[in-house]
């Protein structure tokens, strides 16, 4: 029996070599990625559907987040970049952070995306002038250099520099810039959960002495009312914060900044609600006219950016400018 399935599946082979080969090529052009990723436009997240605040307020209009549409370097996709403007190849190199497997920086951005969700919370329930109150604060590596000499490792927690307690990364600088080159730094650090001795030896740079890694904040704290944030396990990046603080606002008081409008954004947001730049102005700036939204915020860093894109292409969306969370409470309340 086992015999004869063989032999037949022998005879199919030899009558279909051509077929089969031709598939293989098909399938292998489809699917061997090449060392490069296309960014073209995206779209926009609507932050209605994701944030649930306790007895909050309902907005008329929409509040997004806008994205960048990331594909793989296929062949098919590579010769389309050519022929379908705003599609663009970008060498894998610029997308990875140096030293870094693909799967790290993304970890990295998923830790970015927290950080932002985070002072997203912080900044609006401020400004919104309801409770709340941090009760602890990590120190995530998610960057360490080249020139960085240490046995620290990637995604541990900082805890301290010297028996010092470090929450951040501006007092592990008052720190280091006691120190001169050549110094070495006793650190503690917690990985999986348990305490480590590490160490760093500082060197020189044109900004001062530093110790070659850098450091993500991430919180956490006790809030009234109570908020409930959805994310997709695809989302990471800090972009988003701007456009989630303004929605956790507008949920949080009792007028509607939206007006009724389709309002799309970006930028990163500090917990005190100071707004910064973001890559990808372009592609995100079209996917908000491809969605039909009316306005789109922007960092102040990347408003000749934004309306050099808008110029170029004719576009109908309104763009607006802001370097703050009150500045772009104030902007949409205008519109």
Not at 24 to 37: D, G, N, R, T
Not at 108 to 118: E, L
Not at 303 to 328: D, F, R, T, Y
């Amino acid at each position: 029996m086992i015999n004869k399935i063989y032999e037949e599946i022998k005879t199919f082979i030899k009558e279909n070599y051509k077929f089969l080969l031709l598939m293989v090529c098909i399938l292998a052009i489809f699917y061997i990625e090449l060392p490069y990723k296309i960014y073209r436009p995206g779209g926009m997240v609507n932050l209605n559907n994701r944030i649930e605040i306790d007895n909050g307020y309902e907005s008329q209009g929409e509040l997004g987040m806008a994205y960048v549409s990331v594909v793989k370097g296929s062949i098919p996709f590579l010769l389309a970049s050519y022929i379908i403007p705003n599609w663009d190849i970008v060498p894998n190199e610029e997308v990875v952070n140096e030293n870094e497997t693909w799967e790290e920086t993304l970890k990295s951005d998923k830790i970015a995306m927290q950080q932002s969700i985070d002072n997203a919370i912080i900044s609006a329930y401020h400004l919104a002038n309801k409770e709340i109150k941090i009760t602890k604060e990590e120190a995530n590596v998610t960057y360490i250099t080249d020139e960085a000499d240490t046995d620290i490792k990637l995604f541990d927690i900082l805890i301290s520099a010297d028996g010092k307690e470090i929450n951040n990364l501006e007092e592990l600088r008052k720190i280091i810039k006691t120190y001169k080159a050549g110094d070495t730094v006793n650190l503690k650090v917690k990985r999986n959960n348990q305490e480590i001795d590490c160490h760093a030896k500082v060197y020189e740079t044109s900004d001062g002495p530093k110790i070659g890694i850098s450091i993500t904040n991430t919180y956490e704290y006790e809030q009234t009312p109570n908020i409930e944030i959805k994310t997709t396990s695809n989302e990471s990046g800090p972009s988003g914060g701007l456009m989630m603080s303004l929605a956790i606002y507008n949920g949080l008081v009792e007028e509607d900044i939206t007006k009724g409008l389709k309002i799309i954004g970006t930028g990163t947001i500090d917990n005190e609600g100071n707004v910064g730049e973001i890559g990808g102005v372009e592609y995100k700036l079209l996917g908000g006219e491809h969605q039909k939204c009316d306005v789109f915020l922007v960092p102040q860093g990347n408003l000749e950016e934004a309306l050099k894109v808008k110029e170029e292409n004719h576009l109908a969306i309104k763009v607006i400018g802001v370097s703050n969370l009150q500045e772009a409470i104030t902007a949409l309340k205008n519109v």
